[in-house]
């Protein structure tokens, strides 16, 4: 069952308010006609209706694939959970976490290992500050696709997949690495950087 929560912003061009009726929770098993529109973007994007600019909004989520056993939380709070009932549970900060994780894990991938490959991949191609993205599996080699913008564009950069197994190999012969992932965590760029010290 949908449940909806409205919600009020501030057009930031105009001032006036932009209300939303948001979802509390998706559930990709219930409501599948959700997900293009969540990975394009277009869910948040809301128009002014005084203005007419379309801005992109953001309020606390639940994303949960019951097929996959995976829960997204959307979030800019840190929130704890205990019990996560055996889903794979990750806190998202902004909605452009939440369209990757869910690129992620619809590949069949684990995060843990794409953000180390991640870091590997710009360490390799000299470019420690790009922000990659996961954007896709590419080709019958399943290269992995990232993508991050540079001078207002968005560039591509892809790797073998046996980089990302070679991470993901790596994660598995570290077993103190898994009891960083437990509960609701945030895997991202900084969790990468804290295996690393
Ligand atoms: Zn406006």
């Not at 801005?55 to 997204?72: A, G, Q, S």
């Not at 939440?98 to 843990?112: N, P, Q, R, S």
């Not at 390799?124 to 992995?144: C, M, Q, S, W, Y």
Request: hydrophobic fraction near 40%.
């Amino acid at each position: 069952m949908a449940t909806l929560t409205r919600h009020s912003f501030r057009c930031p061009a105009c001032g006036a308010e932009i209300v939303v009726q948001g979802h509390d929770l998706i559930n990709v098993r219930e409501q599948p006609e959700l997900k293009a529109p969540l990975i394009s973007g277009e869910l948040f994007l809301q128009t002014c209706p005084q203005c007419g600019r379309r801005h992109l909004v953001t309020w606390p989520l639940v994303y949960l694939d019951p097929d996959e056993m995976v829960l997204l939380m959307l979030s800019d709070k840190p929130l704890a959970m205990a019990d996560t009932g055996g889903y794979t549970a990750r806190l998202v900060p902004r909605v452009g976490d939440l369209i990757e994780k869910v690129k992620i894990f619809d590949a069949g991938l684990d995060d843990k290992a794409v953000e180390l490959c991640k870091y590997v991949t710009k360490q390799d191609a000299g470019k420690p500050e790009a922000d990659l993205r996961f954007l896709r599996l590419d080709g019958a080699d399943n290269e992995i696709v990232f993508t991050y913008p540079a001078g207002g564009q968005m560039e591509l950069l892809a790797v073998g997949f046996n980089v990302y197994e070679d991470c993901r190999g790596i994660l598995a012969r570290n077993p103190s690495v898994s009891g960083r992932a437990q509960g609701l965590a945030i895997i991202d760029e900084a969790w990468v950087s804290s295996l690393l010290r």
